[in-house]
């Protein structure tokens, strides 16, 4: 007898589809082939929460996609009432309002975080998780996202974003610029492709 597939399986499968169909279109954009693998999902989940420990406010996931990053965030603890989700594509934030009860889902432009944040009477945040693609962007887009992000965030507070690559998925110069401090997280192997977390943040003090 063939294995049941349930609603998340189905969503799952229907989720990397339209994935897929976004990165046909925009492939510089969207950055991957198919979502955030389930053991890289799980990784960011972990590092998120431990860094938004004792620190009130919300979550802000950009470029949350298919959601495959979101349902880690939940399943690792964080609540849907903390969490919002930025998402510039129309399609991808019509999919997640679909299969996502509680989290607040913002159709807009990371770049524009500040604005977005103030315009949904996001007052505090606690972390920021990213899975844009930042190395594939224009220098000036990520510039503003990256700075969008440290106005967001309280002193010492962090991005977590992920990369393919061996280089740092901040552009060196521009942390060197903003003074941010990346760690490295170990390779996740069985990710295809192999990708490392990264945290950045800039730390407290003058």
Do not use: C
């Amino acid at each position: 007898m063939p294995p049941i597939e349930t609603r998340d399986d189905l969503g799952s499968r229907a989720g990397t589809a339209l994935f897929l169909k976004r990165w046909l279109r925009r492939p510089f954009a969207v950055g991957a082939v198919v979502p955030s693998g389930r053991l890289l999902a799980e990784a960011m989940a972990r590092t998120t929460f431990a860094e938004m420990k004792g620190r009130d406010g919300h979550v802000i996931e950009l470029g949350a996609g298919t959601g495959e990053v979101t349902k880690a965030l939940l399943a690792a603890g964080i609540s849907a009432e903390r969490l919002a989700l930025v998402e510039r594509d129309p399609e991808l934030a019509s999919f997640l309002r679909r299969h996502f009860v509680g989290p607040q889902i913002v159709e807009g432009d990371a770049a524009r975080l500040p604005k977005i944040l103030s315009e949904q009477g996001i007052g505090s945040v606690s972390a920021v998780v990213s899975s844009l693609p930042l190395l594939s962007l224009p220098a000036d887009v990520v510039r503003g996202i990256v700075e969008g992000v440290f106005d967001a965030l309280p002193r010492g507070g962090a991005l977590v974003q992920f990369t393919y690559g061996p280089a740092q998925p901040v552009p060196r110069n521009l942390s060197q610029a903003l003074r941010l401090v990346g760690t490295r997280g170990p390779r996740i192997w069985r990710n295809i492709p192999p990708a490392v977390v990264w945290t950045f943040r800039r730390p407290a003090g003058p």
